[in-house]
């Protein structure tokens, strides 16, 4: 507004915005002078409406004020000598009001000049609103996601609770099982808190922040909540004693480990060889990747290429294909990556993968010269 001023020698700026299908003009913002708080809402009538859709400056004339009172009335409510109208695909979206301190020399240069500022402000104005729609889109958007990964996250504690209860039934004698048995309630019972304030608070839910962490411990804190090692038919490997850190965040990690998981053991219910799941941690020079493998029926190529990371894509019979969509936004989000390997009846392979932490990188050998 102020170059605006500059430019024109205006000794005051005043400028108003108009919603789509409304009449009445609000003033937004105002320089070199201060509209009264119940002048900041002006009514326009149908007629005044037409004529300023045209989108040509107005300069307060003898004529103006003698033959156009509604136009005039808007001169003298905006403190302007000029009006522009902001015209953008035959709509008036908002009008531009100067106040000029000297008599134009030459009305047709002046046109010429203003028509040229009127056309500029139309783009700033116009340009404003589309980004201010774009960021409101990816607002509700990612709002949307976080939401349906909240749900997910509540029907895999879900599963993980139905799953505690049937190996209960089996093993409760068992003293050494009952203090595993309540290790995994309260993790449990901290998803499912964690999950609830994601549903209420999303922005709470900061999956961006970084860490140094060791996948490692991590793992064997998932599978250790999760009670895998304790299911029926199903063998679990873990393969991670230890491992240096890696930059990450490590809800993220643990959220993705805990879905693939249970994934991998959904996957190997009801088939007839036994089921087996592995997890070890790969090192990849200056990333680690913790892999995750099962002997289960496997992907087909098709659905590797086309459907697998995509939403509501999904090989489960009861699966919302949510999970591994959300996970690897989750995972980009923290500076990781997700990815996967398959053939169809020769099992499936995942991998979580992020760089190892600073100071923690392997030395780099120079070439001899």
Same mark, same amino acid.
């Given at each position: 507004?102020?170059?605006?001023? #500059? ?27 201060? @509209? ?11 007629? &005044? ?10 300069? &307060? ?23 522009? @109208? %902001? ?8 009008? $531009? ?6 008599? @134009? &020399?030459? $009305? ?22 589309? =980004? ?10 990612? $709002? ?28 409760? #004698? ?27 608070? @999303? ?21 250790? =909540? ?13 393969? =991670?004693? #230890? ?16 879905? %693939? ?24 020079? #200056? ?41 690897? %936004? ?10 996967? =390997? ?18 923690? $990188? ?8």
């Amino acid at each position: 507004m102020e170059q605006t001023r #500059e430019i024109t020698l205006a000794q005051s700026l005043t400028y108003g915005t108009l919603s789509e299908g409304a009449s009445v003009l609000v003033l937004q913002e105002a320089m070199g002078w201060s @509209p009264p708080r119940s002048g900041r809402r002006i009514e326009l009538g149908p007629g &005044l409406l037409s004529r300023l859709s045209d989108g040509l400056p107005r300069n &307060l004339s003898p004529s103006v004020r003698d033959q156009e009172p509604d136009l005039a009335g808007l001169f003298r409510a905006m403190g302007a000598t000029w009006l522009l @109208p %902001l015209v953008f695909q035959k709509r008036l979206i908002g009008i $531009l009001g100067l106040n000029t301190k000297f008599q @134009p &020399l030459s $009305l047709i240069e002046d046109r010429l000049f203003y028509q040229a500022l009127s056309v500029q402000w139309t783009s700033l104005l116009v340009g404003a609103s589309l =980004a201010r729609q774009t960021a409101e889109k990816r607002e509700l958007e990612l $709002l949307s996601g976080l939401r349906a990964f909240t749900f997910h996250d509540l029907k895999n504690a879900g599963g993980a609770l139905k799953l505690l209860s049937h190996n209960a039934k089996r093993n409760m #004698e068992d003293p050494e099982f009952r203090e595993e048995l309540l290790f995994c309630l309260e993790n449990i019972s901290g998803q499912i808190e964690s999950s609830l304030e994601g549903l209420l608070s @999303p922005y709470s839910q900061d999956y961006s922040r970084l860490s140094d962490f060791s996948p490692a411990d991590r793992i064997r804190e998932v599978v250790r =909540a999760l009670g895998l090692e304790s299911t029926p038919a199903l063998k679990v490997v873990v393969e =991670a004693k #230890e491992s240096p850190p890696v930059r990450g965040n490590p809800k993220a990690f643990d959220t993705t480990l805990r879905n %693939l998981l249970i994934n991998a053991r959904e996957i190997l219910e009801g088939q007839s060889l036994p089921g087996e799941i592995r997890v070890g941690v790969r090192d990849e020079g #200056e990333h680690l990747s913790v892999v995750v493998s099962d002997n289960g029926p496997g992907m087909s190529r098709e659905f590797m290429e086309t459907r697998l990371f995509r939403p509501f894509q999904t090989t489960k019979k009861k699966g919302t294909g949510l999970g591994l969509f959300s996970c690897k %936004l989750l995972l980009e989000q923290s500076g990781g990556r997700i990815g996967a =390997a398959s053939r169809e009846g020769e099992g499936s392979e995942f991998w979580i993968t992020y760089p190892r932490a600073f100071g923690n $990188l392997p030395e780099r050998t120079l070439p001899e010269m």
